[in-house]
C-alpha cells in the first residue's frame, strides 16, 4: 500500500508536464514557428514571377521601410478607425452594461442573452446586413435626406463611417461584456455609502464606479481595439478604396500581388504597434493583469 | 466571432449573479439609462431582423440587397445551391474534427493547470494567452508563410491545422474556468474508500469536468464555423462556408445564405436553450 503510494507520487510529478507536452509541442510548430517563418519571409528579397514567387533570406530590412512609405495612409487609417471604434464601443456599452450590472433584476440572464445571441450568425452574413441597410436605395439613407440631415447626392455607405460603425457593431459586445463582470463585482453598499455621505449620483459615478469599473474598460478596450486595427471585412464590404486598412493590404498582398516579403514585414509592423499600444494603455490604467 | 473575445463571453456567462437592487440617483436619470441601454440592445438586433426578413426576399437581380417582395421559396428550397451546401458540408467537417483534436490536448492542459502544482505553470497560463492577442490577420499570414516555408499544399490539411492552433487556448481556457471552484476533496474520498486512481478519474473527475468539456466543445465548434480571416490564408481553393459567402458578396448573393444563416440561429438557440435546462435540472437534483 505505501508503496503504491510513493510510486504514485513520484509518477505524478512527470504527470503534468506529459499533460501539457501535447498542446505546447502543437502551439510551438502551429504558433511560434510560423512567426519565425513570418520573421524570415519579411527579410527576404523576392524574385521569380507571381506565378512562382522565389524567396531569397537576405537580411533585407529594406521591407520594412518600404511597407512603412508605401502604406503609411494605412497604417494611420487602420488605427484611428479602431481607435474611434474603441471609444464608441466604450460610450455605448457602458449605460448597457450598467443596466445589467444594476437595474435588470431577474432580467439580467434573458438580457445577457439578447446581448450574446447576435453573435451565433456568421460574422460576415451581419456584415452583409449592414450592406444592405446603409445602401443608397435604403430606407436609412432616405430617412436621413428626408430630416435633411444627409445631403440629397449623400451615401452612408462606402464612407469611413460605414466602416467605423461596422467595426463597432462587430465587436461591440467584447466591451459590454468586460464592462459587466467589472461593474457586477461592484458591492452595492458602496453606492449606498457614497450617497448616504451626500455624494451625488454623477460624484458617486466618477468616484466609485468609474474606477472600480477600470479593468473591465481595459479588457474591454483591448478586445476590440486588437481585432478592429487589424480587420478588412467591413472595410472591404462597407467601404470603398478611399477607407482600405493595413488588413486588406496584408491580405491582397499576400494572396493576389503575392509579394510575400512585403506583407510579411507590414503584418509584423502591425503586431509590433499593437504590442507597444497594448503595453502603454496599461501602464497608463496602472493594471498589469490582462485576461 | 473572434477568438480573442470569447473568453470575456465565457467569463460574464459563468460569473455569479448577485441580486440586487441599485436604488437610482434622480428619477429622469434612470428613465434615460434605461432608455439608452434599450436603444443600444435593439441596435445589437437591427442587422438579424433584416437576415431574418431577406431570407423570406424574392430578389430580383443576383443580390439579395433591396426588398422586392414576399416568398416562402427560399424556404423551401434551402439546398438550391449545391455549392453552397457542399460549403457548409465541409465547414461541419472540419468544426468536428479540429474540435475534437483541439479538445483532447485544450483539455489535458486545462486538468494539469487546475490540478497539478508544477514548476513553470504560470509560464504555460501566459503562453496560453498569447494566440489570442495576435490579430486574426497576423495569424492567418504566419501561418501561410510557415506552409509556404515548407511546402505544403493548402487546403483541407492546413485548415483543419490552423483551427486547432486557435482553439486549443480557448478551450483550454474554457474547461479550466469551469474546473475552478469544485470541491476537489471528492477525489481523495474516493481514493480513501479504496478506489483506483483510474476509476477515480473515471467515476469522480470525469464526471465533474464534463459539463465544461461540452461547453467549450460547443463554442470551439462555433468558433471553427464562423472563421474567416485565418481560413481565407490558408485554404488555398478549398471552399468553407465563410469562404463560400465572401465569395458571393463578390458575385451573387443567394437569399439562401440568410436562409441557412436563420437555421443556424435557431439551432444554436435550441440546444442554448437545452443547454440551460439541463443544467438547471442538474442543480435542482
Redesign the interface.
Known sequence: MAGAATS?RQR??I???L??L???A??GI??V???F??A??SLSSSGGSVYLPTLTFSWDFGNYLDAFSHFRDQIIRSFSYALVATLVCLL??F??A???A??A??Y??L????????????????T??????L?D??WVVSALNAIGLLPSEGRLLSTSWAVIGGLI?N????MI??L??SL??ID?RL??AS?DLYS??PR?FRKVILPLSMPGVL??S??VF??A?????NAD?LGSTQTTM??NV??KQ??VVKD?PA??AL??V??AI?LVG?LLYTRALGTED?? | MTSQGLPAVIEAVEAPRTPKTVRGGRKWGDVLLRIVAGLVLLYLFVPIFVIILFSFNHPAGKFNYSWQGFTLDNWAHPFKYPALTEALKLSLNVAAVSTAIALVLGTLVAIALVRQRFRGSKAVDTFLVLPLTAPEVVMGAALLTLFLDFNWAAGYTTIVVAHIAFEISFIAMTVRARMRGFDWTLEDASMDLGASPTRTFFKVTLPLIVPGIVAAAMLSFALSLDDFIITYFVSGSTVTYPLYVNAAVKAAVPPQINVLATAILVISLVLLGVGTLYRRKRIEA
Open positions: 504514485n505524478s510529478k504527470a503534468p508536464y499533460m501539457i501535447p498542446a505546447l502543437y502551439l502551429f504558433f514557428v510560423p512567426f517563418s513570418l524570415r519571409t455605448l456599452a449605460p448597457l450598467y443596466v445589467i444594476f437595474k433584476g431577474r439580467k440572464n438580457i445577457l442573452g439578447l446581448v450574446i445571441l447576435p453573435f451565433f450568425v456568421t460574422f460576415l452574413i451581419r452583409i446586413a449592414w450592406k444592405t441597410i445602401a436605395d435604403g457593431y465587436w461591440i459586445i467584447f461584456l468586460p459587466y463582470v457586477e463585482k452595492p453606492l449606498e450617497k451625488t449620483a458617486s479588457a474591454g483591448m478586445l486588437i481585432p486595427s487589424g480587420d478588412f471585412i464590404y493595413i488588413g496584408i491580405q499576400f494572396l510575400y506583407a510579411a503584418s509584423l502591425l503586431m499593437i497594448v490582462l485576461v
